[in-house]
């Protein structure tokens, strides 16, 4: 017997978690901001050039015919100069054959691990104002993300609401530091409540430090897999999309205790391969033969871009949260007309041809719609251009 048209139609259908998770606003303005032909601070695409070793490298090993899958866990070149990296920049000791990943970019270094370590229904604290992508992870993989807000302008971390966050089904804590959108770097006394905390409940911690060398105004990046007891806990995330400026190469990595780092590789197999075979080699030579004075440089770089978009900001009085790390500035939008952010996000570029993302994209619901989130990891000219524009508003 034929099924019903009724039947069927009840079974093709979109699943139960689609509605929890939309198109990121972030997709949306780059789409708006290209369609007028605008200047894009919504998007972190990083638009720089890469540095000539590390795409001289990628070119290199394409000629040489390294075209095929690699490793599941990445080309040995790669994992032993991120072990190389983690142990002189970072302070962790990480072993390259039992303890690292490479991975389809930090986005899919995260996806794995959540895929390998949580359950559905397993609950994840966030810091909010927190990275959208982190919270539709979660979502997608049924995890259940759970904000505690930080305090506005500074974004301090209140111990007691992280505490009081955390219930008989949380099973981590995830931490991005510097923070996309709001540039927060995390004190050591904060990082160290959060390890407090973490042992306390056996909690994983799952850090996002892709940001790392994007840091001012002299701070320093601390990592919690190198404090007390946390390295078997934590999953420590990062990669070279932003420290690079290759984005779109997809190379991300992971580093994680041999007790979990095997089983997060099989989900990553499983849902991505491998990272771009011919891209891993040259981030190899770029992490091999990079000097320190880069990272150097590309801070102070960084922070001047930083100081300019700021500036130009508070001349078109929507006033910044300076940010001490990452390339976002948080400002106040509240002059700017709309029912909230996403209008207040559209009216600006159609007034100035300047993209921007609404703040209400990073925090629960109700949250962000005096705010507006710009980029500034983007070339001289475009950045200058739209600081003009900013100012002319």
């Not at 032993?80 to 002189?88: D, G, S, T, V, Y």
């Not at 002059?335 to 007034?351: F, V």
């Not at 993209?355 to 990891?377: I, K």
């Amino acid at each position: 017997m034929m099924p019903t048209v009724t039947t069927a139609a009840a079974r093709r259908r979109l699943s139960q978690t689609s509605p929890l998770v939309l198109q990121s606003e972030i997709r949306s303005m780059t789409v708006e901001c290209a369609r007028v032909g605008g200047v894009n601070l919504a998007q972190g695409v990083c638009d720089t050039d890469l540095p000539q070793l590390v795409a001289e490298g990628a070119i290199q090993a394409i000629r040489q015919g390294h075209n095929t899958y690699t490793r599941m866990d990445g080309i040995a070149a790669l994992r032993q100069a991120i072990a190389a990296k983690l142990e002189a920049l970072n302070g962790i000791r990480a072993d390259p054959e039992r303890e690292i990943l490479v991975a389809s970019g930090a986005t899919g270094a995260l996806y794995a691990a959540v895929l390998a370590l949580l359950d559905p229904g397993d609950e994840v604290v966030l810091f909010e104002p927190f990275y959208g992508y982190h919270w539709n992870v979660m979502h997608s993989l049924r995890a259940v993300p759970v904000a505690v807000p930080l305090d506005a302008p500074a974004w301090h971390l209140d111990v007691a609401r992280l505490r009081a966050a955390i219930t008989p089904r949380t099973r981590a804590i995830l931490l991005n530091s510097p923070s996309n959108p709001c540039g927060k770097v995390f004190t050591r006394a904060e990082m160290e409540a959060i390890a407090e905390l973490a042992i306390e409940h056996d909690l994983f911690v799952i850090t996002d430090e892709i940001y790392e060398h994007f840091l001012y105004d002299g701070r320093r990046h601390i990592s919690m897999a190198t404090l007390p007891g946390m390295f078997p806990r934590t999953i420590t995330i990062s990669g070279l999309s932003k420290t690079f400026s290759i984005t779109g190469w997809r190379v991300g990595y992971l580093a994680a205790s041999s007790e979990w780092l095997p089983t997060i590789g099989y989900f990553h197999d499983m849902v991505y391969i491998c990272a771009p075979g011919p891209l891993q080699y040259g981030v190899a030579v770029g992490l091999a033969g990079l000097p320190a004075s880069y990272y150097s440089e590309l801070a102070s770089e960084y922070q001047q871009k930083r100081d300019q978009l700021c500036a130009a900001l508070s001349d078109a009085g929507l006033t910044p949260s300076v940010p001490a790390g990452a390339y976002y500035v948080l400002a106040d939008a509240s002059r700017i007309p709309g029912q909230g952010a996403a209008q207040k996000a559209r009216a600006l570029l159609a007034a100035t041809g300047v993209a921007a993302v609404a703040g209400s994209a990073f925090f629960a619901s109700g949250g962000g719609d005096g705010l507006l989130r710009f980029c500034f990891g983007k070339t001289p000219e475009a950045l200058g251009r739209a600081c003009a524009a900013l100012r002319n508003y």
